[in-house]
């Protein structure tokens, strides 16, 4: 079982930078691929972004790559998410997941998530 805080969202303008944050509880977090997701209003939850167990492999949504880094400290069971140049169309609930099968979280069904965090940007 594993458990995902997120944190770090807020509201900024447009071309500026946010980091996120996902902590998980539990002492085998490196045995998991962790991943990004995001829901705007009105609209179905989306991929953005995952990373595998060991941090060596990433993999990117099209409309963040270039913009957005995952990133993650397996000493401190902490995935992160630094976005830059934001634009308005990033306005949404980020979610952080996990699953042991990289495959699992970037189709879009990983076992575990997050309750969300709000990410506004402004134009």
Do not use: H
């Amino acid at each position: 079982q594993v458990q995902l805080v997120e944190s770090g969202g807020g509201l900024v303008q447009a071309g500026g930078s946010l980091r996120l944050s996902c902590a998980a509880s539990g002492r085998t977090f490196n045995i998991y691929a962790m991943g990004w997701f995001r829901q705007a209003p009105g609209k179905e939850r989306e991929f953005v972004t995952a990373i595998s167990p060991g941090g060596g492999s990433t993999y990117y949504a099209d409309p963040v790559k270039g913009r957005f880094t995952i990133s993650r400290d397996n000493a401190k069971n902490t995935v992160y998410l630094q976005m830059s140049s934001l634009e308005p169309e990033d306005t949404a609930v980020y979610y952080c997941a996990a699953d042991t099968s990289s495959r699992t979280v970037r189709g879009g069904t990983p076992s575990y998530w997050g309750q969300g965090t709000q990410v506004t940007v402004s134009s």
